[in-house]
T-cell receptor, first 107, second 114 residues
Framework: RKEVEQDPGPFNVPEGATVAFNCTYS??????FFWYRQDCRKEPKLLMS???SGNEDGRFTAQLNRASQYISLLIRDSKLSDSATYLC????????FGRGTSLIVHP | EPEVTQTPSHQVTQMGQEVILRCVPI?????FYWYRQILGQKVEFLVS????????KSEIFDDQFSVERPDGSNFTLKIRSTKLEDSAMYFC????????????FGQGTRLTVV
């Protein structure tokens, strides 16, 4: 089983839609999780940290399910500017990235 | 807002040459990382550095690679005898308290080996 798995997508949604991504991880001892956003050929930028059951920041909600070993990211009221790749990262001695999920928001 | 800075933004080098990629981490951060991302692929961990020594490294980080903190601000990645497959985006990152806390990334150096 891969350490951090994400559906690569792309998720193609209209403006205003709600979209959710999942990320599964293999190390049950992991304590910290992050969602990053990466635009084409740019650096990953921190979107949210998830240390306990979840976190919310405006239109973005992250949830952690330790029993099932997955983290989700929910984006409400999608904007065109949300189009990017969303990277799930599991923290630890070696922070590990998933492949990312591509989101395309169209008019 | 403090940020991680990397130079150069783009480096073209001939196969077999040595390159040094430079990074200035955020000043109060204690942990530093190098990652690479081959075009179209995932971000891959290379090495982490704490207290002036390597704390973790991946299987990618072989004898061809080395890291150094030559002074109080710079953090460098040296690639000796570059190969075509070293062509990638190299990202430096730093975090305040290690891998359980948020890491902030520089804008990357695009390395092209020809």
């Amino acid at each position: 089983r891969k350490e951090v798995e994400q559906d690569p997508g792309p998720f193609n949604v209209p403006e205003g839609a709600t979209v959710a991504f999942n990320c599964t991880y293999s190390n049950s001892a992991s304590q910290s999780f992050f969602w990053y956003r990466q635009d084409c050929r740019k650096e990953p930028k921190l979107l949210m940290s998830v240390y306990s059951s979840g976190n919310e920041d405006g239109r973005f909600t992250a949830q952690l399910n330790r029993a099932s070993q997955y983290i989700s990211l929910l984006i409400r009221d999608s904007k065109l500017s949300d189009s990017a790749t969303y990277l799930c990262v599991v923290g630890g001695y070696i922070p590990t990235f998933g492949r990312g999920t591509s989101l395309i928001v169209h008019p | 807002e403090p940020e991680v800075t990397q130079t150069p933004s783009h480096q073209v080098t001939q196969m077999g040459q040595e390159v040094i990629l430079r990074c200035v981490p955020i000043s109060n951060h204690l942990y530093f990382y190098w990652y690479r991302q081959i075009l179209g692929q995932k971000v891959e961990f290379l090495v982490s550095f704490y207290n002036n020594e390597i704390s973790e490294k991946s299987e990618i980080f072989d004898d061809q690679f080395s890291v150094e903190r030559p002074d109080g601000s710079n953090f460098t990645l040296k690639i000796r005898s570059t190969k075509l497959e070293d062509s990638a985006m190299y990202f430096c990152a730093s975090s305040e308290w290690g891998g359980e806390t948020e890491a902030f990334f520089g804008q990357g150096t695009r390395l092209t080996v020809v």
